[in-house]
């Protein structure tokens, strides 16, 4: 009998990343989106989609949450608030969407325990990221002690995080040797058709590039 894993993917290098992983770890994935009013919800769910394609995944979730628009907080999902461009920033940025990876992680640990996975694998990134707090190893080690006490006493889940102590280059360097399509990815956080080069993601995103001495395969402004 193959394991199952539940992979939460965004469209995003990391969680694409993680995916194939655990697809050269031998799980049977099945694949969760997020639909929550984010900028660019076109362009992910499309990413994902031919992700998907080229994995063969079978099983995949679209899940369409419209809270984190209703609360607006984050340039993210309120149209109101502008996407920073000037460069990273100390402390937790505007883009940050309130508790998201927490409320993402939630409905996964109910799917997961409906489809009989034994883990559910995330690409959060603590060291090279934009600094949200639902992003730290201690908050998902936290948050698998209170998953497990919360299903069934035979759901017994893990959740796996093999990116969240590296850095961005290092995380194409790995995405190369595993011959990830990353033109099939997707990190800018206002276009969906060219990635603007100058907000936060799309920094990070160039600067694991640049560091890696790789050309980014996607196309910019």
């Not at 639909?35 to 979730?61: H, M, P, V, W």
């Not at 990353?182 to 907000?199: E, F, I, K, M, P």
Request: with cysteine; glycine share 6%.
């Amino acid at each position: 009998m193959s394991k199952k894993i539940l992979c939460i993917m965004s469209g995003g290098m990391d969680s694409t990343l993680v995916a194939y992983i655990m697809k050269a770890q031998h799980y049977d994935i099945v694949a969760l989106h997020f639909n929550y009013g984010q900028r660019t919800i076109s362009k992910e769910l499309e990413c994902f989609r031919a992700i998907c394609d080229d994995l063969n995944i079978n099983s995949t979730y679209e899940i369409d949450l419209d809270f984190f628009k209703i609360i607006g907080a984050s340039a993210l999902t309120d149209h109101t608030i502008d996407v920073p461009v000037g460069g990273l920033e100390e402390g937790v940025p505007v883009t940050y969407v309130p508790f998201r990876n927490g409320i993402f992680l939630s409905i996964a640990t109910a799917i997961a325990e409906k489809e009989g996975c034994e883990s559910i694998a995330i690409g959060v990134v603590q060291e090279d990221s934009s600094g949200y707090p639902d992003c730290r190893d201690a908050f998902i080690q936290s948050f698998t002690q209170s998953a497990n006490l919360g299903t069934r006493d035979e759901t017994k889940l893990t959740i796996q995080m093999p990116l969240v102590h590296l850095q961005k280059s290092q995380i194409v360097q790995e995405a190369l040797r595993l011959n990830v399509p990353l033109h099939l990815t997707w990190s800018c956080y206002q276009n969906d058709d060219r990635a603007c080069g100058v907000c936060d993601s799309c920094r990070l995103r160039l600067r694991g590039f640049e560091n890696a001495e790789v050309k980014d395969p996607i196309e910019y402004v």
